[in-house]
């Protein structure tokens, strides 16, 4: 048994910690992936050359990888211009009605079924100690590690449109113009699969559907791609 002074806070490791980066990392992956292979079979179908589909798809992954970046900077830069100015309106609460305010937070802790007197007793220790930061978790529902972090999602939506973008991108590069569009597919669809997979045990959901939604829609999405190129698209 560990005693008070070893304690680790921190001992236990949660999903929910990687909730800021997940999304915005499978978001990217699964973009770069379906956008980048789509837009490749548009122009396979189209019956445009080897050289042209590559320069099409390489075109599709820089603009996309900056595309997601500046989403999710834009995004969650508002989300956190909104968090601060909560923060900075509850500041100026405390600043101006402490006594109020500690009130308010023992009114919390009664709703969650403290007794009145633990309520104030816990209210009022807890200011003592952060005023703001308890005021933060308990009647703002702000907490660290649900911040919002605009550069961290920026990067990590680019990076992962990256990556994912690049696999058309490879598979085109090594397979004949004959074997393109077949490959194309099957490795947009096989990328997909283990990416809903890999994204769905991160999170511990089920692997089946993780699996099974980023593949429908994926595959929708080539089909549309391929039917506009076939019937509409001019050989360059």
């Known amino acids: 048994?560990?005693?008070?002074?070893?304690?680790?806070l921190h001992a236990e490791h949660h999903?929910?910690?990687?909730?800021?980066?997940?999304?915005?990392?499978?978001?990217?992956?699964?973009?770069?992936?379906?956008?980048?292979?789509s837009l490749m079979l548009g122009f396979i179908a189209s019956n445009a050359d080897n050289h042209t589909i590559v320069l099409a798809?390489?075109?599709?992954?820089?603009?996309?990888?900056?595309?997601?970046?500046?989403?999710?900077?834009?995004?969650?830069?508002?989300?956190?211009?909104?968090?601060?100015?909560?923060l900075a309106q509850e500041a100026n609460e405390l600043k101006n009605n402490f006594d109020y305010e500690r009130q308010e937070l023992a009114a919390i802790y009664r709703e969650r079924g403290l007794s009145e007197k633990l309520a104030d007793q816990v209210a009022t220790e807890l200011m003592e100690h952060d005023a703001l930061g308890a005021h933060a978790r308990d009647e703002l529902?702000?907490?660290?590690i649900s911040r919002a972090r605009p550069m961290q999602a920026a990067y990590s939506s680019a990076a992962a449109f990256s990556?994912?973008?690049?696999?058309?991108?490879?598979?085109?590069?090594?397979?004949?113009?004959?074997?393109?569009?077949?490959?194309?597919?099957a490795m947009t669809l096989l990328a997909l699969v283990i990416l809903g997979s890999l994204a769905a045990w991160t999170g511990g959901a089920s692997i089946v559907r993780g699996a099974s939604r980023v593949l429908i829609w994926g595959a929708l999405a080539m089909a549309a791609t391929s039917l506009i190129g076939h019937f509409f698209g001019i050989s360059v």
């Open 57 to 86: 798809g390489l075109a599709g992954l820089v603009a996309g990888a900056m595309s997601m970046a500046a989403g999710e900077y834009v995004s969650v830069q508002s989300q956190k211009d909104t968090e601060q100015a909560d």
């Open 141 to 144: 529902g702000l907490h660290e």
């Open 15 to 37: 999903r929910i910690n990687r909730n800021s980066w997940l999304r915005a990392s499978v978001m990217g992956a699964n973009d770069g992936i379906v956008s980048v292979s």
């Open 163 to 185: 990556v994912g973008a690049g696999l058309p991108l490879v598979t085109a590069l090594l397979l004949p113009q004959a074997w393109l569009f077949t490959g194309v597919i």
């Open 1 to 8: 048994m560990l005693s008070k002074d070893k304690f680790d």
